[in-house]
């Protein structure tokens, strides 16, 4: 357990969910991306120059991240970063927050506490694979189930020596003696496509690069694929990816020093879902600055889904960059749609759907039963404890929405259970969210951004309530 792990009284307190007494408007501004942030850090520290990550996330995952690189030998330091880069160095960023990564030679022995981050605990270990002495790791309860068979079988193919007690999952020590030599590898990512990004990551400072060849039935989340191989573009690595005429299911990153970079990390577009979905179901309206116009993160498929279910979205340039507006009509229809690329938003979505005026069907996410918690059947459950109709199918949800009711909505420890239940309680009565700290993994500080959200809307602010 780490410091930042909730604590037991947080994970007892119930927080109730402020109901919005009508259309909120509002300006939210979304912290950074984990996903960009975590695999900013793992590049930056396998680099061969010092570089810079401006407006990191600073939540449990992204510390886990960056603690563990630390204790691996990296220089992290967090800096309001001004125009001053050395002679030689990336170009500092102009000003603001930012985290300056000075890479050193990988060392054991180490501990990496994982806690219950899926980046922490697939980026790195080929990381330290990399390293000269053993590196243990090991995080909350939950880490122990979550499958990380693909990374490890990867490694010892790729002549890295692990410890592990067999079960294909957490707590292992890998023994890494300074370099691995890579090549060709076979990987199952069916389960989560966390394992080809982690091997992909790290494969440009193995001896002979990575090619590493999914075998498996099916592959969620490629936009996160996509984001790893175009933040490894931007480190000067070159890799060849299915998408860019290669082997279907085929990824390859060659042999290669990888560059410092000066890296702007984009506001977390899946943490934009609670704001968003808050303009939906209220009919208000939500503007989320510095949405990017291009992005890889999967929270952008938020636009087309929302927009489907019953509100419309506008992104606007401005001198200030492009920020979106998302207007909610009043109406919130359901849908059916297929999630596998972008399961991640699938907790706020299944709650808009419990909101809707038609069932909804959510499809391709059997793999969110190995995430935080088996999300499936815990959405079912806590939406059907407050009156929901919700069924479990082989690969989803089905929601007929139903008049809901308040009580507890337990949350798991899983951040996005947590801010679903906020969604819900915009709308209905007496919704008391368990344990909402647990929101810190991605979203630091989620019910002062929530309720500032209905504190900038005329007319509805959050009745306070015991
Ligand atoms: O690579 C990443 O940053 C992520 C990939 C996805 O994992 P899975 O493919 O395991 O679903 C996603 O759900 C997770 O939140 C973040
Ligand atoms: C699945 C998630 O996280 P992790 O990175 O721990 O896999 C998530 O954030 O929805």
Redesign the pocket.
Known sequence: MTGTETSPDDALALWPAPLAHGAVDATVTVPGS?SVTNRGLVLAALAAEPGWLRRPLRSR?TLLMAEALRAMGVGIEETIASNSAAPGEPGAPATGEAWRVIPAGLHGPATVDVG????VMRFLPPVAALADGPVRFDGDARSHERPLHGVIDALRALGARIDDDGRGALPLTVHGNGSIDGGPVRIDASS?S?FVSALLLSGARFNQGVEVRHVGSTLPSMPHIRMTVDMLRSAGAAVDTPEAGGEPDVWRVAPSALLGRDLVVEPDL?NAAPFLAAALVTGGRVTIPDWPEHTTQPGDALREILTEMGGSCELVTTADGTALTFTGTGRVRGIDVDLHEVG?LSPVIAAVAALADSESVLRGIAHLRL??TDRLAALAKELNDLGGDVTETADGLRIRPRPLHGGIFHTYED??LATAAAVLGLTVSGVQVENVATTA??LPDFPGLWTGMLEATPGAAPMPRG
């Open positions: 984990k995952d219950n981050a899926g980046t989560s966390q899946s991640e995430h935080e951040h996005r993994k991605t």
